[in-house]
DNA sequence: TATTGTTATACTCTATAACTATA
DNA sequence: TATAGTTATAGAGTATAACAATA
């Protein structure tokens, strides 16, 4: 019973993951490129190295998103006033008019979703995912720790 | 309030998706190819044509993936009685040892999730996420046909 | 000396196309 | 002629390491 719970979040993590990246990706966007343009749009003009950072990503691979993203005019380098090492990632008003429209289609989807269920169903649901997700934290941090102890012990054992 | 639950599904999702990878992410195990790697221990011997539909993939690509599995030592590929064209992707012991490890950690995690939750809350959860788990279906679909719209309609008036 | 962003290089995952061996 | 799997090639995304310009 509880695997069938584990089931259906799995699914709608397919669901979201993928088909919620196909659903933008066109005119030379892709999911890691969707990911920085998202994030320049909700913390505006932004250094590589802050890019980098907010994308657990090392900062070469930044420079070959942003180059993407300059090539389809999503964004554009600026200047960074006060330091010449940096360059200011800004959104091009292209890049603005498709981010406005994915944060339009983000609240549809919320709303379509979870618009009309009974708001007792909903309250329940934000809930109970939110200790779940509290659990899953615990447990992938425990997992973590399980797996090091089992190569540290088996490192030499078996090749 | 309907994006609060949004936000935390993509929470899940994005712990889910990328931690539990990370979890067994080693020697020489990458996503796709544990991705593959459970399939076969689901599905038995199975052949590489079968395993690229399995995994909607190109056959190019189970050839790579089953390269890496076999250089790791968790599969061998066994020839097919009955037809010489094709072989049979087998788990080796050690893969099989592996897959059950895989399966108990599974069900482990399933339990500490929600074995102790209140069962009244699992039911409600469970519930409310097969709902979800539709609707986002068909706001999917629909977000793809309006993408194919737009395109269709913008594809020549903005280069 | 430290930091920002780049070039150089390599690995994984994915795709299409052309090809070989079998069916 | 069709199918199973391969080689050849290409592109996205990721990483480390070495380097230039600037702080």
Same mark, same amino acid.
């Given at each position: 019973?509880?695997?069938?719970?584990?089931?259906?979040?799995?699914?709608?993590?397919?669901?979201?993951?993928?088909?919620?990246?196909?659903?933008?990706?066109?005119?030379?966007?892709?999911?890691?490129?969707?990911?920085?343009?998202?994030e320049v749009a909700r913390q505006g003009p932004s250094t590589q190295r802050v890019l980098?950072?907010?994308?657990?990503?090392?900062?070469?691979?930044?420079?070959?998103?942003?180059?993407?993203?300059?090539?389809s005019g999503f964004v554009s380098r600026e200047p960074h006033a006060g330091d010449r090492?940096?360059?200011?990632?800004? *959104?091009?008003?292209?890049?603005?008019? =498709?981010? /406005?429209?994915?944060?339009?289609?983000? &609240?549809?989807? !919320?709303? #379509?979703?979870?618009?009309?269920?009974?708001?007792?169903? *909903?309250?329940?649901?934000?809930?109970? =995912?939110? /200790?779940?997700?509290?659990?899953?934290? &615990?447990?992938? !941090?425990? #997992?973590?720790?399980?797996?090091?102890?089992?190569?540290?012990?088996?490192?030499?054992?078996?090749?």
């Open positions: 019973m509880e695997t069938d719970a584990l089931d259906r979040l799995l699914a709608v993590t397919q669901l979201l993951g993928e088909d919620m990246n196909a659903m933008f990706a066109r005119e030379g966007l892709t999911p890691a490129r969707t990911h920085l343009l998202w980098a950072d907010a994308l657990s990503v090392t900062p070469r691979n930044i420079t070959g998103l942003v180059d993407g993203l300059v090539a090492r940096a360059t200011l990632v800004t *959104l091009t008003p292209r890049g603005l008019e =498709l981010t /406005t429209q994915m944060q339009h289609g983000y &609240i549809d989807l !919320a709303g #379509a979703l979870f618009g009309d269920l009974p708001a007792e169903a *909903l309250r329940s649901f934000t809930e109970v =995912l939110g /200790t779940v997700l509290d659990r899953l934290r &615990i447990q992938i !941090a425990e #997992a973590g720790q399980i797996a090091e102890g089992q190569a540290a012990e088996t490192g030499a054992g078996h090749g």
